[in-house]
């Protein structure tokens, strides 16, 4: 069993010497495994991951239940139904010039695999790409962040419970485990975090020529024309910024809306987020700040925000013994300021105005590519030129944060937002090597080509180019 007294490189090699035992596993037994894990996160440990994610973020258990819980037991019931489909041999056409062969691509595992997880959605994060992985059939060591002690510790105790260390091993620690993990050859990568430190990841993993899946973040716009629903708009926009506090990768960074209609979607705004949380401080259905020293951060933003001429017409408050940002909106921010400079990864909301479409354009492209765009309108024509001249991940229009949950998509960022593609067969090709087999059954006309050359081959040659 997996245990913090084990060193990195003896997991390591354990997993690697046991490689190809799990990668030649049957679909049932990697299933098997699957329902394992679905059973101690719907069943055995239900109310515990509940109660850590309490500890460490004030997390109301039924926002625990939609974010932590729940996206991990839908991946794995996707998986379970399609696993035997992605596993089958894939056949291709094979060229006349390749006469009497067949071909097809089947999808291998990758190997001895890492998987860093961060803090913001601890179970979800760290079990997501896991389903995958084990679909795949890899062996797996997951390092989860240090910020979530609670989460981390019984996600080492669910681990332990039903894997072996040589199949999949949870280690904790801080900066110092991931530098040392990272100093081995993986066959692949899997990160979620920052940009900055997926450089880091990245500049590593190039030292063994490991591949990567570098889920990053950025400043997610949603831009909103003057044709939509100000209460229904409204409601899905606060739900996405404010759900777990606002430390979401997806969640909207900024608004962008159109002049002539930004004081009634202020205005239903406000009424959201009175009606969803009334004194946020005091009420259940909000959480807190994952530590100190993000609540400075946020703190900060909101500092800088005023001394740049920021108005915040809705929250604003703070409270740093409970690591407590209110909802907050703000207008009227200067260029310059850090609000719209960094990426937020909190419950502060800034607003921006424009009058044509091609100003929310412009801004939106003079910054690094999100990982999502969101877009509300009911003009097709509208919706369709924000998307055909900019950049993202993902989009929704006329929703937010909810492409995540859909199986069916492929999840993940562009350069400065990530690379590569997780979630249902995505995950699992991310945790595959694409291998193509070509099996030749009879005489290849290749043969006939081989030297020495004559004048026969060389019409051969000269054949085969002008007609294959």
């Known amino acids: 069993m997996a245990s913090n007294s084990l060193k990195p ?46 500890k460490d973020f004030k997390k109301p258990f039924a926002e625990t239940d939609l974010t932590e819980i729940y996206p991990v037991i839908g991946e794995i019931d996707h998986a379970i139904l399609q696993l035997k489909s992605w596993m089958k041999p894939n056949k291709v056409n094979t060229p006349l010039s390749l006469l009497g062969s067949s071909s097809y691509y089947t999808y291998e595992a990758k190997g001895v695999c890492l998987i860093l997880s961060p803090w913001n959605f601890p179970f979800n994060l760290t079990f997501g790409p896991l389903v995958s992985a084990i679909a795949a059939g890899n062996t797996v060591i997951v390092k989860p962040s240090e910020m979530t002690p609670n989460a981390s510790k019984l996600m080492q105790t669910i681990v332990e419970d039903l894997f072996d260390s040589n199949e999949i091993a949870l280690l904790q620690g801080g900066v110092e485990l991931a530098q040392e993990l990272l100093q081995l050859p993986f066959n692949h990568i899997f990160f979620t975090g920052s940009p900055t430190v997926g450089k880091i990841v990245m500049k590593a993993a190039a030292q063994h020529l490991s591949s990567v899946t570098l889920e990053l973040g950025g400043k997610s716009p949603v831009v909103i024309d003057d044709t939509v629903n100000f209460k229904s708009t ?8 404010f759900i777990n506090n606002g430390q979401v990768c997806l969640a909207p960074d900024y608004i962008l809306v159109k002049e002539n209609v930004k004081q009634p979607f202020l205005d239903e705004l406000k009424n959201c987020l009175d009606k969803f949380y009334r004194n946020a401080e005091e009420s259940e259905s909000y959480g807190r700040i994952v530590n100190e020293k993000h609540f400075n951060r946020l703190a900060a933003h909101i500092e800088n925000a005023k001394e740049n001429g920021g108005n915040v ?50 801004y939106i492209n003079s910054k690094p590519r999100p990982l999502a765009l969101y877009v509300f309108s009911k003009s097709k024509s509208f919706s369709k030129k924000v ?13 937010n944060v909810i492409q995540y949950s859909n199986h069916n998509l492929p999840f993940g960022g562009v350069n400065n937002s990530g690379i590569g593609r997780s979630h249902g067969v995505f995950g699992f090709q991310e945790f595959s090597n694409m291998r193509s087999v070509l099996k030749q059954h009879t005489k290849s006309p290749t043969e006939f080509l081989i030297p020495p050359y004559s004048g026969f081959k060389q019409k051969l040659i000269d054949f085969t180019l002008k007609w294959f």
């Open 9 to 54: 490189s003896v997991v390591f090699h354990s997993q690697k010497d046991n490689q190809y035992k799990l990668s030649n596993s049957t679909c049932k037994q990697r299933i098997y495994k699957l329902k394992a894990l679905k059973k101690a996160l719907s069943q055995t440990y239900k109310d515990q991951v509940r109660e850590a994610m309490y």
């Open 234 to 241: 409204a409601e899905k926009v606060a739900w996405g910024k």
């Open 313 to 362: 017409i809705y929250g604003g408050e703070t409270n740093a013994k409970d690591n407590f940002v209110s909802p907050t909106i703000i207008t009227d921010l200067k260029p310059e300021s850090s609000l719209l400079q960094d990426e937020i990864f909190g419950p502060i909301l800034p607003i921006i105005s424009f009058k044509k479409t091609s100003e929310a354009i412009t």
């Open 387 to 399: 998307l055909a001249n900019t950049k993202a991940g993902s989009s929704c229009i006329n929703h």
